[in-house]
C-alpha cells in the first residue's frame, strides 16, 4: 500500500484529506506547517508527500526544495486553492511530482498519487495549458541565481511577513540574530526595497504567506 504524508496548514482540512485517503493508502503522518514537513518528511519514510503552498514557517514549495536537497525520494504532490499557472509551473520546478487544485474531485486526487507513485508526472486538467506555456518560457530566462533570493533568504522573508522578530527567527533557524539581519538587508538591497512594509509586501505577492 503506497504509504502517504500529509501536509496543510488547516487541521479540517488535514484530518478532512486523511479520512479521504485511508481507505486506499497508508496514512503516516498529518503536519502542519513546513518546518514540521521537514522533519516528517525525513522520518516518516513516505512514498508520497501531499501538501499545501501557504503554510507557516516554510512555504511548501522551498519546503519542496529542500527534501530534493536532502536527496529523499519521496513523490510530492502539492494540492492546493492557488490556480496560477506561473506557480503551479515553479512547484514542478522545484521538484514536485503532481499539482491538484483542492476543488478537484476526489477520485482525481487519489489517481493523481497513485499515478506519481509510479514515476508519472500529474497535472489538473484545468491549468494544464498555462503551467505548459509558464514551463516553456522559463527556459528562456535568466537561471535562477541570478537576482533571485536564496532559500535561506526566503525563509527569512516568510518569517519577517508573518510578524517574527530577529530573535525569533534566529531561534527558529538555528542561526544568529546578526546572520538574520544580514540575510535581511541583502534581501533589500537585491530586490530594491528599503522597509519591512516593502518586504512583507513582496511576501504576499510570491505567495509566501496567506492565502
Do not use: W
Amino acid at each position: 500500500m503506497i504509504r502517504i504524508l500529509i501536509a496543510d496548514d488547516h487541521h479540517v482540512v488535514a484530518d478532512g484529506l486523511a479520512s479521504l485517503l485511508k481507505d486506499t493508502f497508508e496514512i503516516v503522518g498529518t503536519v502542519y506547517d513546513g518546518r514540521s514537513l521537514l522533519d516528517a518528511a525525513q522520518n516518516a519514510r513516505a512514498d508520497v508527500i501531499l501538501t499545501d503552498i501557504s503554510m507557516p514557517g516554510l512555504n511548501g514549495l522551498d519546503a519542496i526544495r529542500l527534501i530534493r536537497e536532502k536527496q529523499q525520494t519521496a513523490r510530492i504532490v502539492v494540492l492546493t486553492m492557488h490556480s496560477d499557472a506561473q506557480l503551479a509551473a515553479n512547484a514542478f520546478r522545484s521538484g514536485a511530482s503532481g499539482y491538484v487544485l483542492k476543488d478537484s474531485p476526489g477520485e482525481e486526487l487519489i489517481s493523481a498519487i497513485q499515478m506519481v507513485s509510479q514515476g508519472h508526472a500529474y497535472l489538473s486538467p484545468l491549468i494544464a495549458k498555462g503551467v505548459i506555456g509558464a514551463l516553456i518560457d522559463g527556459k528562456k530566462e535568466q537561471p535562477a541565481s541570478l537576482g533571485q533570493p536564496t532559500i535561506r533568504q526566503r525563509e527569512v522573508l516568510q518569517l519577517i511577513a508573518e510578524g517574527k522578530t530577529m530573535k525569533e527567527i534566529a531561534n527558529i533557524l538555528g542561526i544568529s540574530p546578526r546572520t538574520v539581519e544580514s540575510h535581511k538587508y541583502e534581501m533589500m538591497q537585491l530586490l530594491g526595497v528599503s522597509t519591512n512594509a516593502e518586504l512583507i509586501h513582496l511576501a504576499i505577492r510570491l505567495k509566501l504567506v496567506g492565502g
